[in-house]
């Protein structure tokens, strides 16, 4: 299990624990058939399980036993959400009322003796057959195993009779050991039924044995199960197979029986439903999906994705357009976690799925997710498996999946349903209101907005809030007439006090105030603040020298490498007729010259393949990364790749000696059979801040990013280094500087090894992952080329800037650039309140360090307030242009307004009423209690609440 998987775990533990250490408070437990939650301290875990897990029996929740035990004519399971009696060679389940019974007449001719029992199954042996029948909780599942072909049709007939709806007899199937599966018909005469499995399709050339027929019974249950694309099929053919007893299937499937000929190209991605019984008015904080993955597939086939699915089996309607539907479902919603598997075991899958959650519960409907995998899009090849994750019915119940929602829950109307109310005193009068809230719910907080307004002719006059029994303590009260409240906006709408805008060029950005719809505004300013913007201006000299009629041109550099003080560049790259070259060069102050002393001691640069060498070709002997200092022994060492093998280097004074003691661990953690192995990597110390030495590998050609550090000794994986970085399926190459744009903050510069024009792209550590930010490669064409290996340094030229030297894929191609502050904002303007009004307009260039106060226009809020906003806090548009490049700061925003107030916190008045529901006025109807709020006002006014809030669990 990798780390965060262990770390996700304690976190969701930590949800149900309370938070004092002295007098730890008992969780409350609590059940249904398919979930378990736990609350304790103002948090709820809810776990919820795709089958049912418990059932009551004398009013107490009990785990479902599914073991088989001996009765007084054979066989039974008698307790559960339904029962199993097995007598001979006949089966009786009830529930409740309900009840079916079959009599299993003959299979092959052949009628069952007595059973060996193993737990939840009783196993049979028939001649050439094995029959076993095995108790699950919501699926009565009957196989028959036949260990080789039969010479002759095999027929299964039995006798049915039913009363109630409570059981479900399954369309019968049959599948072979490879997967290859046939719906079989049920031919009923008299009293009697039939199954047949024609011997045409047990006698296939290719057909691989043991074969499994199953006709089962199941209860109404959530559903899993996967859906598959069949590619041999013209057109494409689509096909579900829900809620398996064998593992789901996810990414492609393919086999050869003979001659390396591909017999089966299919393509599967799978789901999961789950019943979530929380509030319907609950906050998600967390989501974890467990599931146990009980066979790995073949290459990319272990990159998995989960996202989400929108609509549930249901929606689809089981045929071949369905189907298609069904299957394009499963692999295009928003992406909830992308795991690359590394071993079978429990996976912790942490979804981004809360309002996904929260609304499924809102709309009555099943929470589903669907699985795929980034390998189905690989070119069909023979004996490619897909990675296998158990069921919800596997016979192993430990291995079952599980959803585990952590949560809590939220008011915010009162039993009038309204959101806001305008309350009108007619004179000294008190108004009640009521909330509805669960009797056992612990209160975690309680507020609202409350506004007066003129009614009558005047304002509501020593207002006061009382909640509960009225004794004369007041949730809220105010002195005199309620109007001169005041309230302060400091900070724009995403809770910033101040942010810095960068426009590349002509362009328009939006910012958002969040303002009470309701308030009274009476100043309304901020500062803009003129920055210069850093952009990449180019510098073709600076890849001067460099050998230019290569491929694959990859690049490391660093200073005094060999103890001579100068730059040291190391290239490798080959040309089109295989010649391959690895060349060291020392930076002359105008370009770089070359000095074969530099790679003394290194072994010949290989190719892969034999001349002519195509222009995609990789070379797989790759120097990585140069380090100085990695083990506290002052040595430079230089990190090799050769396919997904790694050595070391260190430079001994004259030449690169070898010494692997450098890559222990690296073969661990960047290994996946790939034919070419890491095509680049970067090490940095203290990247994270942990004091430890770093490491980032792109282990191609799959694209997946892999991140390690040095524990002293040997590598240790820690993927945190990679969250965040890009996955396309291509190859990369990265350098990772530190304030290259002077904004305190780790910057990664990664090339792209294809044939498209892509950019470089630019990320920033933000302590958790890496974010996006083209702000960093503006400039032409660092940000448009078609480039590969970005090598950024700082004062490479002696004039105290950072520099880039790019290698490119393409001869002839080689250039760098070097960054500078350029740009300026010029003729900035604001529109206030999105009306193609400019409110503000500052013509020419503003130039650091200048500031200016600007006033936000009152009138242009006022009127956005007033006319397009139907919430009660309003979120207003402030829509800025500038007519060239630069960076804007904003800062000291005040935005003061009057008539707005919240109450203070009310849930320690609520807890004292609940869980007794014990107040005058208070009225108890179930488990919910309505709780009297009690507004008053001394004269004629009006009085608006808003914005009500109550957390609960």
């Not at 009783?122 to 010479?151: H, Q, V």
């Not at 299964?156 to 050991?177: E, K, R, T």
């Not at 699985?371 to 069921?391: D, H, K, L, M």
């Not at 509501?460 to 105010?478: R, S, Y």
Request: proline share 6%; net charge negative; hydrophobic share 35%.
């Amino acid at each position: 299990m990798r780390l965060w998987a262990i770390l996700l775990i304690l976190f969701v533990s930590a949800v149900v624990l309370p938070f004092s250490s002295s007098q730890p408070a008992p969780a409350a437990v609590t059940y249904g058939e398919t979930w378990d939650q736990s609350c304790s301290q103002g948090r709820c875990t809810l776990t919820a399980y795709p089958m049912p897990r418990y059932y009551q029996e004398a009013g107490t929740w009990k785990v479902i036993d599914e073991s088989f035990k001996p009765c007084l004519q054979g066989f039974c399971v008698d307790k559960n959400l339904y029962q199993a009696a097995v007598s001979g060679n006949t089966v009786t389940l009830t529930r409740g009322q309900d009840a079916l019974t079959f009599t299993l007449l003959s299979v092959k001719g052949t009628v069952p003796a007595s059973p060996a029992v193993a737990a939840n199954s009783l196993s049979y042996d028939l001649p050439g057959a094995t029959l076993t029948l095995t108790y699950l909780p919501a699926l009565f599942k009957e196989e028959i195993i036949l260990a080789s072909a039969p010479a002759e049709d095999v027929v299964i007939s039995y006798s049915l009779s039913q009363s109630g709806p409570s059981f479900q007899l399954l369309d019968p199937w049959a599948c072979d050991a490879l997967g290859a599966c046939l719906v079989l018909p049920t031919a009923t005469q008299g009293s009697v039924s039939a199954i047949t499995v024609p011997l045409d399709w047990l006698a296939a050339k290719d057909r691989a044995y043991p074969v499994t027929i199953d006709p089962s019974i199941a209860l109404d249950a959530d559903v899993n199960g996967h859906v598959t694309k069949d590619n041999l099929a013209f057109p494409a053919s689509y096909n579900r197979s829900l809620n398996p007893t064998r593992p789901l299937k996810v990414g492609k499937e393919a086999n050869t029986s003979c001659c390396w000929s591909v017999t089966k190209d299919q393509n599967h991605r799978a789901t999961m439903e789950f019943s979530v019984p929380i509030p319907a008015n609950a906050t998600v904080a967390v989501v974890v999906l467990t599931t146990y993955v009980e066979s790995l597939g073949s290459g990319a086939n272990t990159n998995l994705s989960i996202v989400q699915a929108e609509g549930n089996s249901s929606a689809y309607p089981d045929t071949n357009s369905g189907n298609k539907l069904y299957f394009a479902d499963l692999g295009n919603g928003s992406t909830y976690n992308t795991t690359n598997l590394t071993a079978a075991g429990f996976v912790n899958w942490t979804l981004a799925a809360g309002t996904d959650v929260e609304s499924a519960v809102d709309d009555g409907q099943v929470f589903a997710v669907g699985f795929f995998s980034s390998g189905e899009s690989q070119p069909a090849a023979a004996n490619v498996q897909p990675t296998r994750i158990s069921a919800k019915d596997d016979n192993n119940a430990s291995r079952r999946p599980k959803l585990t929602v952590a949560y809590t829950a939220t008011i915010t109307t009162f039993t009038n349903g309204l959101e806001k109310e305008n309350l009108t005193f007619t004179g000294n009068e008190n108004i009640t209101r009521w909330l509805d809230i669960p009797k056992d719910a612990v209160v975690l907080s309680g507020t609202m907005n409350l506004t007066g307004f003129v009614s009558g002719g005047q304002f509501p006059t020593n207002p006061w809030l009382e909640i509960g029994t009225p004794d004369g303590t007041f949730e809220w009260i105010v002195t005199g007439s309620y109007k001169q409240t005041t309230g302060i906006l400091s900070t724009l709408s995403d809770g910033t006090t101040k942010k810095n805008l960068t426009f590349a060029n002509k362009n328009s950005k939006r910012e958002n105030l969040r303002l009470p719809k309701n308030a009274d505004i009476f100043k309304a300013v901020m500062n803009v603040s003129g920055f210069s913007l850093k952009e990449w201006s180019s510098q073709p000299s600076l890849a001067t020298g460099l050998n230019q009629s290569l491929i694959n041109s990859l690049l490391t550099i660093e200073k005094d490498v060999t103890g001579d003080g100068n730059w040291t560049l190391l290239q490798s790259g080959h040309d089109n007729l295989g010649n391959s070259s690895i060349g060291g060069y020392y930076w002359n102050g105008t370009g770089w010259t070359k000095n074969d002393a530099y790679v003394n001691g290194l072994p010949p640069f290989k190719m892969n393949v034999t001349p002519p060498i195509p222009p995609n070709t990789v070379p797989f002997y790759i120097p990585l990364e140069l380090v100085f200092n990695l083990t506290g022994d002052d040595r430079w060492v230089l990190i090799v790749s050769d396919r997904g093998n790694y050595s070391s280097f260190f430079w001994n004074g004259t030449l690169w000696e070898p010494d692997n003691s450098y890559v222990v661990g690296l073969k661990t953690l960047c290994n996946f059979g790939e034919s070419v192995g890491p095509r680049n990597a970067d090490v940095e110390f203290n990247l994270s801040g942990d004091g430890n030495w770093s490491i980032v590998l792109d282990c191609v050609p799959a694209g997946l990013w892999r991140g390690g550090y040095w524990s002293g000794a040997e590598w240790k994986e820690k993927d945190l280094y990679v969250a965040g970085l890009p996955f396309t399926n291509t190859e990369y190459s990265i350098d990772i500087e530190f304030n290259p744009h002077e904004e305190g903050v780790w910057e990664a510069y990664i090339g792209y090894f294809t044939d498209i024009a892509v950019p470089v792209k630019a990320f920033y550590w933000n302590e958790q992952q890496w974010i996006q930010n083209d702000d960093f490669v503006i400039g032409d064409p660092l940000d448009t080329g078609k480039d590969d290996d970005p090598e950024v340094v700082f004062n490479l030229t002696g004039n105290n800037e950072w520099a880039v030297v790019i290698g490119s894929r393409e001869s002839k191609n080689m250039t760098g650039f070097t960054l500078s502050d350029s740009v300026n904002i010029t003729d900035l303007t604001i529109d206030t309140g999105n009306d193609a009004i400019i409110d503000i307009s500052i013509p020419g260039q503003l130039i650091s360090p200048s500031s200016q106060v600007v006033d936000l226009n009152i009138t242009a809020l006022k009127n956005y307030m007033s006319t397009v906003c139907t919430t009660s806090a309003c979120t207003v548009p402030l829509n800025i242009s500038t007519a060239t490049g630069g960076k804007l700061g904003l800062s000291a925003i005040n935005v003061s307004y009057i008539n707005v107030t919240t109450t203070p916190d009310f849930s320690a008045k609520l807890a004292s009423i609940l869980p007794a529901c014990v107040c005058t006025d208070c009225q108890l109807s179930g488990n919910v209690c309505s709780v009297p709020f009690l507004f008053h006002s001394d004269t004629a006014g009006m009085l608006e609440y808003s914005a009500l809030q109550v957390d609960y669990t």
